[in-house]
């Protein structure tokens, strides 16, 4: 057999473009036939089309790969179905910028051609973000891609909302709802993002209408005064108990208005009275409806003031109707006073505008019915938590739920399938789009110009990418689905809406795992952002690094419950782990000139020991995997092949590689290669693209590396007692090689070693039937057992064993003497300032107990430094 060359440099630019194609061409993302085994099925969380991945995205994309690649070599039926997400308000606001660059306003074009320039947009986008989750290397079954506006779930969502309006839980009602001024939409409570701002407390003077004095509010939005209903103290406050029922005079507004009683109001805020905004504030529109107050919307959908309003405000922004009423207030001796306060402003989160609670017609999910159904799903043990804390606040949200605003006034989404008669005034839900009114026969019909929220057609997701309502296939395989990996700050949003989905129309849960994946950090665990400039690109990381380095390091790091700490520097870990995977490989392969595979070649303990260990780190990635424990199982498959089979065994296997026996050298080699190829199986889930590329130019090798069984935990391969002599030997090594650190031994000179071993124990047979292996490890001249200390020998205590090493054969006796004493007189010196150190109370008593701990630690290892290099002075005496 010829040697087989890889290349010198591990260089993934040069294969792993080349490995994802023909993984794709080859149909190896999709689930193998029914076979008996359960199938394993994950739905990608579907980034927003319009949206590049972050390193957000590159931390979630991996783990759910490490799953999917695990389970298909598992021989499970796996499939992992890809995707994107319209994004609604996102993708417009993408469109409308452009058009504005062009000088063109969404509305000159026309709803249609508006439409059709999106639909552009998206493929252009869509095309980047695919590309980019093949390069992180997502083994995704791209013949089952979707789109959250193909037509197979355009179909789902409008089943779903008709089912709902038919089972009374949609309404359209006014409402108030997050409105953003410039993109003129609702939004979802999760498109708003909140931000301290400095601004003002205005104290100001509400007069009695009978002339009998005033009382006074404080606001933040003094503009908004021009919608107030009432004013309101809490019913228990005896300051204005005989004062509730009387009218107050509204300024600037020439409107009376009463003062009511709620509990609502904390008396111990200010002065305990509270002005009553209906139309502008949640907490007032409660208020509100429990006391029958008149709702006043002083805003027009621009964000200016509206009609409503005395004439001199309207038209206004409102920041500018606040600079007019304040001085109107004060002219008129109604202003008390202005102090700085800074308080919470929500902002759209596409443009950036401070959003306005907004009073509007809307249509709305009764979403009681379905939590109901979703938290019993979860208490019934169907739906399990990663980390199991997150199930507290899945319980929390669902338990105080409110209903859902699901209409967005946008033209890009899934328009409402509402019609109304023009004529008679009659309202519709259709599946089909109908040609004529039902009630009077009318053909003057309208469609609802709004569209519905994002995440109407997102939790659907698992099973309307099944092709539901469709009873087909695929839905009968793979719903529902096994696990969902996603990140915290969509728990309500998104997993608690599919859940209450899957309930309300399947009868079962959407899927069983919830893992929930933390946030990505900075090494100074800060959030990455654009102000700070601490941002991951993870394509970047692939161009430098490789797509392995990146998932693989993030999966390393990657604890449940804790967020990763990374910089670009962390990638080396898992750069580093590939480049040794190529080199050890690399190595064998090379090796192979003039060597004949065998058939059911004889094992060596050194051959079972390194099968144990592959077993134990296999039956370790199966526990760590089944908790989403992806920090343990990699750290299991890199301890393994690092240390296990770098480390150890492909050195100890140069034993016989190095044999002047041929039939040796074969038998060796043979085992040598299978254990790699079995190793390179252990670690594809973590790094699929170097394995894949290396299985490839093994001998022998069939197909691709992808669908290859995952190695199994098998009985006959388990052998703690050989693991424990094992052991023995490495401890040997490593004992005797930190001798030779520690004397300044060259690696020329051999030492003569010998071994005692102590009452009972039951490791010399190994020993001494090893010991050829141990003479290699340890570049040791002669290794011989012995039942006493050998005089002028150092001793190096072992578990169950005694060391003993000939070095005074090997160096300056007198030079090394005074080295030690030297070195142990500085030990002490150190040890005894540390002492002192501790000694002092008023160190003790400040310090942290880290700081102490630490000083500890010090003063232990100078003592155990000491006390050892006066061993060695005694053995050298």
């Known amino acids: 057999m010829n040697a087989i060359e890889l290349a010198k440099a591990y260089d993934p630019k040069e294969f792993e473009d080349r490995v994802y194609a023909a993984w794709k ?61 319209h994004a609604g308000i996102a993708t417009q606001h993408v469109v409308e910028k452009k058009l504005r660059e062009k000088g063109i306003k969404r509305r000159d074009l026309g709803r249609e051609k508006f439409l059709e ?125 005989a004062l509730v029922g009387k009218k107050l005079l509204l300024p600037l507004a020439d409107r009376e208005i009463p003062l ?97 609670p907004y009073l509007s017609e809307q249509w709305f999910v009764k979403m009681k019915p379905l939590a109901d159904k979703a938290l019993k799903a979860w208490r019934d043990g169907e739906v399990k938590f990663y980390p199991q804390r997150w199930e507290n606040t899945y319980e929390h949200w669902l338990t105080g739920i409110r209903d859902w605003c699901i209409s967005r006034q946008l033209w890009w989404g899934h328009r409402i399938p509402v019609w109304y008669c023009d004529h008679c005034g009659w309202v519709m839900a259709a599946r089909e789009e109908p040609s004529i009114c039902p009630k009077c026969q009318s053909t003057e019909l309208r469609q609802d110009e709004d569209v519905l929220d994002t995440w109407f057609s997102s939790w659907l997701w698992p099973f309307s990418v099944m092709g539901w309502p469709a009873d087909t296939a695929d839905l009968r395989k793979f719903y529902p689905t096994t696990a969902l990996v996603t990140g915290y700050d969509i728990i309500f949003f ?26 990505v950090r900075d090494k100074q665990g800060r959030k990455m952002s654009k102000s700070l400039g601490n941002g991951i690109d993870p394509l970047e990381i692939v161009d430098e690094f490789g797509a392995d380095a990146l998932k693989f390091t993030l999966a390393f790091l990657t604890s449940q419950g804790q967020d990763v700490l990374v910089d670009k520097e962390s990638f080396k870990l898992g750069s580093k782990f590939a480049n040794k995977v190529w080199n050890a490989s690399r190595f064998i392969l090379m090796n192979l000139e003039g060597r004949e595979l065998v058939e059911d070649p004889s094992l060596v303990d050194a051959d079972r020991w390194i099968r144990h260990r592959l077993n134990a780190a296999a039956a370790a990635v199966k526990e760590a995997l089944s908790s989403y424990r992806f920090n343990d199982a990699a750290s299991a498959v890199y301890e393994y092949f690092w240390n296990d089979f770098c480390d150890w065994y492909l050195e100890a296997t140069k034993l016989s590689t190095r044999s002047e026996d041929p039939a040796e050298k074969d038998r060796a080699v043979t085992v040598l290669v299978a254990t790699l190829e079995e190793s390179l199986r252990l670690l594809h889930p973590f790094l699929p693209f170097v394995t894949e590329e290396i299985y490839g130019k093994l001998p022998g090798a ?77 570049n040791a001249e002669s290794v011989e057992t012995v039942t006493a200390k050998p005089a002028g020998a150092l001793s190096l205590a072992g578990r169950g064993f005694e060391c003993y090493a000939f070095a005074r054969e090997a160096v300056d006796v007198a030079q090394l003497a005074a080295r030690f004493r030297k070195d142990a007189e500085k030990e002490r010196q150190f040890a005894a300032r540390v002492e002192a150190k501790l000694g002092n109370e008023g160190f003790t008593a400040s310090a942290p107990a880290d700081v102490i701990a630490k000083e500890r630690e010090k ?13 060695y002075l005694g053995d050298l005496a």
């Open 702 to 778: 069939r197909g691709r590396l992808i669908v290859k069984a995952y190695p199994a935990d098998e009985a006959s391969r388990r052998d703690p007692a050989l693991d424990a002599r094992f052991g023995a030997l490495k401890e040997l090594v490593t004992l005797v090689r930190a001798l030779r650190a520690e004397f300044g031994i060259p690696a020329e000179k051999k030492l003569r070693i010998a071994v005692r071993g102590d009452e009972g124990w039951d490791g010399m047979d190994f020993l001494s039937r090893n010991a050829a292996l141990a003479m290699l490890l340890a």
């Open 494 to 519: 998104w997993v608690a809406r599919m859940i209450m989905a899957g309930m309300e129309f399947t009868g079962q849960a959407p899927f069983r795992d919830v893992y929930i994946t933390t946030l």
């Open 260 to 356: 009511i009683a709620d509990a609502y109001v904390d008396r111990e805020f200010g002065t305990g009275l509270v002005k009553i905004t209906p139309a502008h504030d949640p907490n007032d529109f409660e208020v509100g409806n429990r006391h029958g107050l008149e709702r006043i919307n002083i805003l027009n959908p621009d964000g200016t003031l509206n009609d409503a309003v005395p004439a001199k405000y309207r038209n206004l922004k409102a920041r500018d109707a606040r600079t007019l009423v304040v001085e109107d207030l004060k002219s008129l001796g109604l202003f008390i006073e202005e102090k700085p306060v800074t308080h919470a402003v929500g902002h759209c989160y596409r443009c950036h505008t401070a959003v306005e």
């Open 25 to 85: 061409a080859e149909g190896h993302f999709a689930p193998v036939a029914p076979n008996g085994k359960k199938p394993f099925v994950v739905v990608i969380p579907p980034p927003n089309v319009t949206g590049v991945l972050h390193v957000g995205h590159g931390l979630n994309n991996s783990l759910q790969d490490i799953l999917v690649r695990y389970h298909r070599m598992t021989g499970r039926p796996t499939l992992w179905v890809p995707g994107t997400d």
């Open 117 to 241: 320039e999106t639909w552009k947009v998206k493929d252009e986008h869509h095309a980047v973000i695919t590309r980019q989750l093949e390069k992180i290397g997502a083994s995704c079954d791209w013949s089952r891609e979707r789109f959250t506006m193909d037509a197979g779930l355009s179909n789902a969502v409008r089943e779903v909302f008709v089912t709902l309006y038919e089972r009374g839980l949609i309404y359209r009602g006014k409402y108030l709802v997050n409105w953003c001024p410039s993109c003129g939409t609702a939004l979802a409570d999760d498109e708003v993002e909140h931000e301290d701002e400095a601004g003002a407390m205005y104290h100001i003077r509400y007069r009695f209408a009978d002339g009998s004095g005033s009382v006074e509010i404080a606001t933040t939005r003094p503009e908004t005064l021009l919608g107030d209903t009432a004013v309101a103290c809490h019913p228990d406050d005896p300051r204005y108990q």
């Open 859 to 871: 003063l232990e290892a100078a003592r155990a430094r000491a006390g050892k290099l006066e061993r």
